[in-house]
């Protein structure tokens, strides 16, 4: 079937089985392989996105069922070559390892803080409950998190403008911090 | 302006970080190919048997099916073992995927369905018909361990059992304080978070590119060109990112085996992806029995030691670990006797996993040394220091260096242990028991044959690469940061390439050698580089370094600095120019000194102690606090050195009190192959780690010092846990996982 849907901002039109699974649609069709598959049964969470604001494992979400809804995947959380502060704080406080959960994890932090600016722990644990993370014994994501919340709690501009954050925070270390395109 | 040079030892964030939090690294599974076609494995229903009937004509009859692979209809395949042997594989006869009709484990793949699209490929597995012919099967380690006999050796790094010192059975009989117990330990799944797949790229020319999760690259394009008789340089495969693997990427697994055979097949390039479900299909941490047993004098002084393990391993290979040989080399006894012996199941090989052998070896010898300690009435930490011993007397060796004792002083100091009350149960919170406990870690401090290439342009660009991986550990930014430090330059302007063979060969990663082996490589051809840099900066026509010597000048900033006035200073870029040289090109292979190193052995090791809050009414485990003190030599990263401790103390967690995968042995089967149902640790189970680098000096391990830290945070974890679930309830549970149906 016909699907129109909103991925990143972006209007996407895809022709596809109704029940194929939202992660195959991102990841196969539309090349989104930013979104990971760990389980395929909703108990990892390396697979979440927001479909219309609110989290979802893509792998138990039939793409049918997301015609005119919007989708905000890892690659959408930044912009145009800036990190949100999530991804800033991710990469300096050693949040992401192997880099699998890492997309997930992302999302689930960026709805929590989204509805609460300012999570203690107990909070941001719970909010990235669903979310498994083999490498990093979670310590540093919790840390990660609490950064972000402190940065973007700094700078209400941030908030509403993730796109600035990679220029007014990102000059610290620069020269650490690099893509990598082996 | 030119950003500061990094040193070695400082703490800068990963290099791939910002790949991996916008979704841009690029995994096995992520390759596009044209007409690329996806495959589906069909895995065996029984443990053991022969495959009676194998009907596919339903499968094929799905429209978008191209073929299922069978044993029926397999191509060719080497004939000899040697073929199919790996650097990584055990003694015997390495599973054949499809080769024959025969069961020799439950979920053995017994066909791959290739189609079009993903679902295509799932849907049509489901149609395909197996029957078996079974024959009775034994899974049950306990069951066989009468059987168990002594283990092949063969396997890389193996080290069978020390010969026995002294008489320790008698010395143990005469004891004045003894124990003598026998620990158990489930089968364990590494579980990365990325499963196994493999994307196989037919080039038009018949060559593969092969995109695999792999701790070796190399390994792959050995096993992959015997297996299908193809010329190493007609194989070419590569695996820039590699989502966890913790040693289940060891060993080429089956996908890689499936997808090449499709491709070769079908002339057209091929993806297979394993399920959850199938990871637990290959390799893990093998069910082992041991018995310890300790004497000691009435002071505590150990007079006698016994270790004996029976791990398990499959019917068609001898997989050996390091399990027993850890504890006389830990502690000061003059009478010592080692037993290892393996039992023949009808499961998968095991491989090995996170710190393999030491990890159980510790947990029994760690958990023995508390039980004795109370049995004496003394404080665990001053019974291990009682016995600390200066010399490997398995050997009779010095070690290279130990900094043990400061891992104990400063890991106690930080955790306040001298306000432990001795007896179990007399510290609680509410209904909360409060226990603490201690253990002591150890891990070989390795170093492999590696090799590297260097290419510095006229810009100040450095690009250097080696043919090793990363699987999450932060190879990427440790590499980076030597060659960076060795040319004085920034971070940013060093380029570090891996996971592809056309690079340099280096070692699998694994056995924690990365840094220790590739980092050696990394810096002796990037000082190779910089006495080529050197020797133009001096021949430049009036150069202020005229008259200097490689070892007065510093490279920093971009430039090489006269050390005793900077102000003299040529830039790297001007001395090249001058030079005519627009790149300067190195590569160089570097060996472990083996004679030094001999004479030597040379170990990390670690104190790690436990705080655990134990639900009086509910059983339910809290580990609380964690404090882990490690001596592994110099640290080249820090911040990456510290994650590395942080999630093997998690794994630690998890082995003490929630990994088990739990056979049904009338099926012969792993029920909970999932991740809901093996219990890997979750954020709510993790509270406050703190992690110590205690400063250790060693000149012998490398010519970087740096030991290796991907093992040493995990050892010794799950025996701390023990410990301190036996002092805060006066439990002793010797089987491992500690759940809480075995402390009501």
């Not at chain 2, 049509?124 to 049950?140: F, G, N, Q």
């Not at chain 2, 100091?413 to 603490?436: D, I």
């Not at chain 2, 103390?649 to 929630?658: N, R």
């Given at each position: 079937?016909?699907?129109?849907?909103?991925?990143?901002?972006?209007?996407?039109?895809?022709?596809?089985?109704?029940?194929?699974?939202?992660?195959?649609?991102?990841?196969?069709?539309?090349?989104?392989?930013?979104?990971?598959?760990?389980?395929?049964?909703?108990?990892?969470?390396?697979?979440?996105?927001?479909?219309?604001?609110?989290?979802?494992?893509?792998?138990?979400?039939?793409?049918?069922?997301?015609?005119?809804?919007?989708?905000?995947?890892?690659?959408?959380?930044?912009?145009?070559?800036?990190?949100?502060?999530?991804?800033?704080?991710?990469?300096?406080?050693?949040?992401?390892?192997?880099?699998?959960?890492?997309?997930?994890?992302?999302?689930?932090?960026?709805?929590?803080?989204?509805?609460?600016?300012?999570?203690?722990?107990?909070?941001?644990?719970?909010?990235?409950?669903?979310?498994?993370?083999?490498?990093?014994?979670?310590?540093?994501?919790?840390?990660?998190?609490?950064?972000?919340?402190?940065?973007?709690?700094?700078?209400?501009?941030?908030?509403?403008?993730?796109?600035?954050?990679?220029?007014?925070?990102?000059?610290?270390?620069?020269?650490?911090?690099?893509?990598?395109?082996? | 302006?030119?950003?500061?040079?990094?040193?070695?030892?400082?703490?800068?964030?990963?290099?791939?970080?910002?790949?991996?939090?916008?979704?841009?690294?690029?995994?096995?599974?992520?390759?596009?190919?044209?007409?690329?076609?996806?495959?589906?494995?069909?895995?065996?229903?029984?443990?053991?048997?022969?495959?009676?009937?194998?009907?596919?004509?339903?499968?094929?009859?799905?429209?978008?099916?191209?073929?299922?692979?069978?044993?029926?209809?397999?191509?060719?395949?080497?004939?000899?073992?040697?073929?199919?042997?790996?650097?990584?594989?055990?003694?015997?006869?390495?599973?054949?995927?499809?080769?024959?009709?025969?069961?020799?484990?439950?979920?053995?793949?017994?066909?791959?369905?290739?189609?079009?699209?993903?679902?295509?490929?799932?849907?049509?597995?489901?149609?395909?018909?197996?029957?078996?012919?079974?024959?009775?099967?034994?899974?049950?380690?306990?069951?066989?361990?009468?059987?168990?006999?002594?283990?092949?050796?063969?396997?890389?790094?193996?080290?069978?059992?020390?010969?026995?010192?002294?008489?320790?059975?008698?010395?143990?009989?005469?004891?004045?304080?003894?124990?003598?117990?026998?620990?158990?330990?489930?089968?364990?799944?590494?579980?990365?978070?990325?499963?196994?797949?493999?994307?196989?790229?037919?080039?038009?020319?018949?060559?593969?590119?092969?995109?695999?999760?792999?701790?070796?690259?190399?390994?792959?394009?050995?096993?992959?060109?015997?297996?299908?008789?193809?010329?190493?340089?007609?194989?070419?495969?590569?695996?820039?990112?590699?989502?966890?693997?913790?040693?289940?990427?060891?060993?080429?697994?089956?996908?890689?085996?499936?997808?090449?055979?499709?491709?070769?097949?079908?002339?057209?390039?091929?993806?297979?992806?394993?399920?959850?479900?199938?990871?637990?299909?290959?390799?893990?941490?093998?069910?082992?029995?041991?018995?310890?047993?300790?004497?000691?004098?009435?002071?505590?002084?150990?007079?006698?030691?016994?270790?004996?393990?029976?791990?398990?391993?499959?019917?068609?290979?001898?997989?050996?670990?390091?399990?027993?040989?850890?504890?006389?080399?830990?502690?000061?006894?003059?009478?010592?006797?080692?037993?290892?012996?393996?039992?023949?199941?009808?499961?998968?090989?095991?491989?090995?996993?996170?710190?393999?052998?030491?990890?159980?070896?510790?947990?029994?010898?760690?958990?023995?040394?508390?039980?004795?300690?109370?049995?004496?009435?003394?404080?665990?930490?001053?019974?291990?220091?009682?016995?600390?011993?200066?010399?490997?007397?398995?050997?009779?060796?010095?070690?290279?260096?130990?900094?043990?004792?400061?891992?104990?002083?400063?890991?106690?100091?930080?955790?306040?242990?001298?306000?432990?009350?001795?007896?179990?149960?007399?510290?609680?919170?509410?209904?909360?028991?409060?226990?603490?406990?201690?253990?002591?870690?150890?891990?070989?401090?390795?170093?492999?044959?590696?090799?590297?290439?260097?290419?510095?342009?006229?810009?100040?660009?450095?690009?250097?690469?080696?043919?090793?991986?990363?699987?999450?550990?932060?190879?990427?930014?440790?590499?980076?940061?030597?060659?960076?430090?060795?040319?004085?330059?920034?971070?940013?302007?060093?380029?570090?390439?891996?996971?592809?063979?056309?690079?340099?060969?280096?070692?699998?990663?694994?056995?924690?050698?990365?840094?220790?082996?590739?980092?050696?490589?990394?810096?002796?051809?990037?000082?190779?580089?910089?006495?080529?840099?050197?020797?133009?900066?001096?021949?430049?026509?009036?150069?202020?370094?005229?008259?200097?010597?490689?070892?007065?000048?510093?490279?920093?900033?971009?430039?090489?600095?006269?050390?005793?006035?900077?102000?003299?200073?040529?830039?790297?870029?001007?001395?090249?120019?001058?030079?005519?040289?627009?790149?300067?090109?190195?590569?160089?292979?570097?060996?472990?000194?083996?004679?030094?190193?001999?004479?030597?052995?040379?170990?990390?090791?670690?104190?790690?102690?436990?705080?655990v809050k134990v639900d009086e009414d509910l059983g339910k485990v809290e580990v609380t606090r964690v404090v882990s003190a490690i001596a592994g030599?110099?640290?080249?990263?820090?911040?990456?050195?510290?994650?590395?401790?942080?999630?093997?103390?998690?794994?630690?967690?998890?082995?003490?009190?929630?990994?088990?995968?739990?056979?049904?042995?009338?099926?012969?089967?792993?029920?909970?192959?999932?991740?809901?149902?093996?219990?890997?640790?979750?954020?709510?189970?993790?509270?406050?780690?703190?992690?110590?680098?205690?400063?250790?000096?060693?000149?012998?391990?490398?010519?970087?010092?740096?030991?290796?830290?991907?093992?040493?945070?995990?050892?010794?974890?799950?025996?701390?846990?023990?410990?301190?679930?036996?002092?805060?309830?006066?439990?002793?549970?010797?089987?491992?996982?500690?759940?809480?149906?075995?402390?009501?």
């Open positions: 079937m016909k699907i129109s849907f909103k991925v990143n901002g972006a209007a996407r039109e895809l022709d596809a089985p109704p029940l194929q699974r939202l992660l195959d649609a991102l990841r196969l069709v539309l090349g989104l392989t930013g979104t990971k598959e760990g389980c395929a049964e909703g108990e990892c969470g390396a697979c979440t996105v927001l479909l219309d604001g609110e989290p979802v494992n893509a792998c138990l979400v039939p793409v049918g069922q997301c015609q005119g809804r919007e989708i905000t995947t890892v690659e959408g959380l930044g912009a145009a070559g800036h990190l949100s502060p999530l991804q800033r704080c991710f990469i300096d406080h050693g949040g992401a390892q192997c880099g699998i959960c890492t997309p997930g994890v992302l999302i689930s932090a960026e709805h929590l803080l989204r509805r609460n600016p300012d999570p203690d722990d107990d909070a941001i644990r719970e909010a990235l409950a669903g979310n498994l993370c083999r490498c990093t014994g979670y310590q540093r994501i919790i840390e990660s998190v609490r950064a972000a919340a402190v940065l973007r709690r700094a700078d209400a501009r941030d908030v509403g403008d993730p796109r600035d954050v990679g220029d007014a925070r990102g000059a610290r270390d620069v020269s650490h911090d690099r893509q990598e395109a082996p | 302006m030119r950003g500061e040079a990094t040193r070695i030892g400082d703490g800068i964030n990963r290099v791939d970080g910002r790949a991996k939090v916008t979704g841009q690294a690029k995994y096995a599974a992520e390759f596009e190919a044209e007409g690329l076609l996806h495959g589906w494995v069909v895995s065996s229903g029984v443990a053991k048997g022969k495959i009676a009937t194998l009907d596919t004509s339903a499968a094929l009859a799905v429209e978008g099916v191209v073929h299922v692979l069978t044993h029926e209809n397999r191509p060719r395949l080497a004939w000899f073992d040697k073929s199919y042997r790996d650097e990584d594989a055990p003694a015997g006869s390495p599973f054949r995927p499809l080769y024959d009709d025969a069961i020799v484990y439950s979920g053995q793949p017994v066909a791959l369905v290739v189609a079009t699209t993903l679902e295509i490929a799932r849907h049509a597995a489901s149609l395909v018909r197996v029957t078996y012919k079974t024959e009775e099967h034994e899974t049950d380690l306990a069951a066989r361990r009468e059987k168990a006999r002594k283990a092949r050796p063969g396997k890389g790094g193996y080290e069978p059992p020390p010969k026995p010192r002294g008489n320790a059975d008698e010395a143990l009989a005469k004891a004045a304080v003894k124990v003598d117990a026998a620990y158990e330990s489930p089968a364990e799944h590494h579980n990365p978070m990325e499963m196994h797949a493999t994307t196989v790229v037919h080039e038009p020319d018949g060559a593969l590119t092969i995109y695999d999760k792999t701790q070796g690259v190399t390994n792959t394009q050995t096993y992959v060109s015997n297996v299908f008789g193809l010329k190493p340089d007609q194989v070419r495969v590569i695996s820039p990112f590699v989502g966890g693997a913790f040693g289940s990427g060891l060993r080429p697994q089956y996908q890689v085996f499936l997808a090449v055979m499709a491709a070769q097949v079908l002339k057209r390039s091929v993806r297979v992806t394993l399920t959850r479900q199938q990871m637990f299909t290959f390799g893990y941490r093998p069910a082992t029995w041991q018995r310890v047993a300790l004497g000691a004098t009435a002071e505590g002084k150990l007079e006698a030691v016994v270790h004996e393990a029976i791990g398990e391993t499959s019917r068609f290979e001898d997989y050996v670990e390091v399990v027993v040989n850890w504890s006389g080399l830990l502690y000061q006894c003059d009478n010592a006797r080692y037993d290892y012996k393996v039992a023949e199941l009808d499961v998968y090989t095991p491989l090995d996993m996170r710190a393999p052998g030491a990890v159980l070896g510790l947990y029994a010898l760690e958990s023995a040394m508390d039980e004795l300690s109370y049995a004496l009435h003394m404080d665990p930490l001053a019974l291990r220091l009682a016995n600390y011993t200066e010399r490997d007397q398995n050997t009779d060796k010095p070690f290279s260096s130990k900094e043990l004792r400061a891992c104990y002083a400063q890991g106690a100091a930080r955790f306040g242990w001298e306000k432990r009350l001795p007896t179990p149960r007399a510290m609680r919170e509410g209904n909360k028991l409060v226990g603490w406990g201690m253990a002591t870690g150890i891990w070989e401090a390795m170093q492999q044959k590696a090799a590297a290439r260097a290419v510095l342009s006229i810009d100040g660009k450095l690009v250097v690469g080696s043919g090793t991986s990363d699987i999450g550990t932060g190879t990427y930014t440790a590499m980076t940061q030597i060659a960076a430090s060795i040319l004085g330059l920034p971070i940013a302007d060093v380029t570090f390439k891996l996971g592809d063979t056309t690079l340099p060969p280096a070692p699998l990663q694994g056995g924690s050698w990365t840094v220790a082996s590739v980092g050696t490589a990394v810096k002796a051809v990037c000082e190779a580089v910089r006495e080529q840099v050197f020797k133009l900066a001096k021949k430049m026509k009036g150069s202020p370094l005229a008259q200097a010597s490689l070892d007065e000048v510093i490279f920093a900033g971009g430039e090489v600095r006269l050390a005793r006035d900077p102000a003299q200073a040529v830039s790297i870029a001007a001395a090249m120019r001058a030079g005519e040289a627009f790149t300067l090109e190195e590569e160089t292979s570097t060996l472990p000194q083996l004679q030094e190193q001999a004479k030597y052995t040379r170990a990390t090791h670690s104190a790690v102690f436990v705080e030599g110099r640290i080249v990263s820090a911040k990456t050195a510290r994650s590395q401790i942080l999630g093997a103390v998690v794994w630690g967690i998890g082995m003490a009190l929630e990994e088990e995968t739990l056979m049904d042995h009338d099926l012969g089967r792993f029920m909970n192959h999932n991740l809901a149902e093996y219990h890997v640790p979750v954020n709510a189970d993790v509270r406050d780690i703190e992690v110590i680098f205690v400063p250790e000096e060693d000149e012998v391990v490398n010519p970087l010092g740096a030991k290796g830290l991907g093992e040493i945070g995990i050892v010794g974890v799950a025996a701390a846990i023990a410990n301190a679930v036996f002092h805060a309830t006066g439990k002793r549970v010797r089987d491992l996982p500690i759940t809480l149906d075995k402390l009501l």
